[in-house]
């Protein structure tokens, strides 16, 4: 059974650092892209990050681009989201969410299959 | 604002069939890019209830059915009951942004 577990989360500064986890169980990791969506308060759903199968490509929205970076550590099957310069309009619930994929006459596709519980990050002052 | 643009609200009586829309551009629906969708009980974590415009993964009722065409999509939900409350989202890539595009969330009520 897929389980993904946030944690990390919690009360910081305005353009302080954080760093999430999500601890994977249930299948390898490094077989499947991976996904940061957060959700603030009261919001919509938003994608934050993707890291590929391999971990050799990553993508961010550009709202958090150049502050953010996703990573993972496959010998502990656990995804990453460091956090920098946070804002207040960074505050929201965080989830991971590993791929899923099929096959179709456009070829190999992924979409975004299972989700974690959330991670709550509130930044104020 | 969303890239991709969903009703704020729709309702329906138990037994009833409703769709929720989602409009694109040709940088994601239009672009031949898939149509996914995720359901949301408030206060829970989405949950994947079509993938590739009209796949439903093992657990998820017939009752639940998505289209595409040109640069929007829909999802239907026939057979209403009141546990189908809950907020809607498409969900799409898009070329332009190099990512994963939401509609902003259609909250279902079933009256």
New interface residues.
Partial sequence: EVQLVESGGGLVQPGESLRLSCAASGFTMSSYGMNWVRQAPGKGLEWVASISGSGGTTNYADSVKGRFIISRDSSKNTLFLQMSSLRADDSAVYYCAKDGYYYDSGGHKNYLHYWGQGTLVNVSS | Q?VLTQPPSVSGAPGQRITVSCSGSNSNIGA?Y?V?W?Q?VPG?????LI??NN?R?PGVSDRFSGSTSGTSASLAITALQADDEA?Y?C?SYDSS?????????TKLTVL
């Fill in positions: 969303s031949g898939d996914h995720h949301q829970t974590a989405p949950k994947l993938y590739g796949n993964p907020d989202y969900l942004l190099s990512g994963w595009v939401f509609g902003g969330g």
